[in-house]
Nanobody, 126 residues
Framework: QVQLVESGGGLVQAGGSLRLSCAAS????????MGWFRQAPGKERDFVAA????????YYADSVKGRFTIARDNAKNTMWVHMNSLKPEDAAVYYC???????????????????WGQGTQVTVSS
């Protein structure tokens, strides 16, 4: 059973920081591209950041570029996103996602991801 579990969400003041984690189990994701998406109430699930299989290539949405950093540790089957300078518009449910086993690169397209976590809530107070 493949499972992605996010953690680290919570309430933070504008300008603050959070680190979200994604723990993968059920199979190894060490050869798979992974990413983070977010969904605010009443809105589509939007791309946030992506990372290739070995962490050597990353890609960010313009809205988070320079503030968020995606990283992974394949030995621990874990991925993170470090979020700095948070803004109220960053508030959303954040989802961890993984591509199929033979797709090792980055992608900003939601349809390229086949495994999803349950999400973790991030709230940013102004």
């Amino acid at each position: 059973q493949v499972q992605l579990v996010e953690s680290g969400g919570g309430l933070v003041q504008a300008g603050g920081s959070l680190r979200l984690s994604c723990a993968a189990s059920g199979r190894t994701f060490s050869r798979t591209g992974m990413g983070w998406f977010r969904q605010a109430p009443g809105k589509e699930r939007d791309f946030v950041a992506a990372i290739n299989w070995n962490g050597g290539s990353t890609y960010y949405a313009d809205s988070v570029k320079g503030r968020f950093t995606i990283a992974r540790d394949n030995a621990k089957n874990t991925m993170w996103v470090h979020m700095n300078s948070l803004k109220p518009e960053d508030a959303a449910v954040y989802y961890c996602a993984a591509r199929r086993i033979d797709y090792s690169g980055t992608s900003f397209r939601r349809e390229d991801y086949v495994y999803w976590g349950q999400g973790t809530q991030v709230t940013v107070s102004s």
